[in-house]
């Protein structure tokens, strides 16, 4: 590539995402999206259920066709260049679906194989190794405990080092020590420049691993920014006093701006 070339592309978000409409029916479960992340980026999406996330996450994956809208990965239209854009990303789905019979050493050797990924048995020894499995390669992954399973799809997910990782509510059913472990291989990641959309229901994962977060409720986005600034921005807004107990917290931002009413 030519040095302008490259200054060009490193200038480009790695994502941009403008006026994406997703509709089930006369559903518009995502309604006029827009945003951007930068490489090296952690990006939250913050939204209680049914907010459009996974939805969002699924469009860009390229899992559903979008009403409307443009979808670029660096530049490129993901939805005119699909297979280019799936060999730039790497996607774990909200609930696990992976071939439950099939054992950690089988699943490493399909996925390395789908992805064109040269791995060597002590290479996928290392890598075991860095997730914690090296005693269970033999396991299948339906033996697996919770956080073993969110180790090994994540690793999975980013078996072809993608430039952008996509994750649905990585770590929600774990416990706080799987947790941590998985925020810490999130931010390995980033280290390695590579750029992560993530959605969450957690105040805690938006504060500890976003750089920015933007706080979606009823298929658009609320507001943007780093989890600091979203409280500055919003403190005195009248909704979040009302249910500030203290000093104003992202969950009383969040609650504020989307409302106390439970979702389904
Ligand atoms: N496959 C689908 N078919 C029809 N409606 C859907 C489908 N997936 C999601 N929805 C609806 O779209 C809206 C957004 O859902 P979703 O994107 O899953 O939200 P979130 O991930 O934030 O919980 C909800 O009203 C949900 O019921
Ligand atoms: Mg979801």
Excluded at 18 to 27: K, P, Q, T
Excluded at 50 to 70: C, D, F, R, Y
Excluded at 190 to 207: F, K
Excluded at 242 to 252: F, H, I, M, Q, S
Aim: net charge positive; proline share 3%; hydrophobic share 35%.
């Amino acid at each position: 590539m030519s040095s302008v070339a490259k200054n060009h592309s490193e200038k480009l978000p790695v994502l941009s995402v403008e006026n994406l409409i997703v509709s089930y029916g006369s559903n518009k479960a995502v309604d006029n999206v827009s945003f951007s992340i930068k490489k090296g980026e952690i990006f939250g999406l913050l939204g209680p259920n049914g907010a459009g996330k996974t939805s969002t996450l699924s469009a860009i994956e390229g899992l559903v066709k979008p009403q409307s809208g443009n979808l670029l990965l660096e530049g490129t239209d993901m939805q005119k260049h699909p297979a280019e854009a799936k060999a730039n990303m790497g996607v774990q789905l909200q609930s696990t679906s992976f071939q439950f019979e099939l054992t950690i050493d089988q699943l490493i050797r399909l996925y390395a194989g789908l992805y064109n990924v040269q791995l060597a048995r002590r290479d996928i020894l290392n890598s075991l190794k860095e997730i914690g499995l090296e005693s269970e390669s033999g396991k299948r992954f339906k033996q697996l405990s919770g956080g073993q399973q969110q180790r090994l799809s994540l690793f999975i997910a980013n078996i072809h080092h993608p430039r952008l990782l996509l994750l649905d509510e990585p770590t929600s059913g774990l416990d706080p020590q799987s947790r941590r472990q998985l925020w810490d291989t999130i931010e390995q990641n980033r280290r390695n420049g590579g750029s992560i959309l993530l959605t969450t229901h957690s105040m805690e994962e938006a504060q500890s691993v976003c750089d920015r977060v933007a706080i979606i409720d009823h298929g658009k986005v609320i507001t943007v920014d780093t989890p600091k600034g979203l409280i500055e921005k919003h403190k005195h807004d009248q909704r979040v006093r009302k249910v500030a107990r203290g000093k104003v917290t992202l969950e009383d931002v969040f609650i504020g701006l989307t409302g106390n009413e439970i979702r389904e």
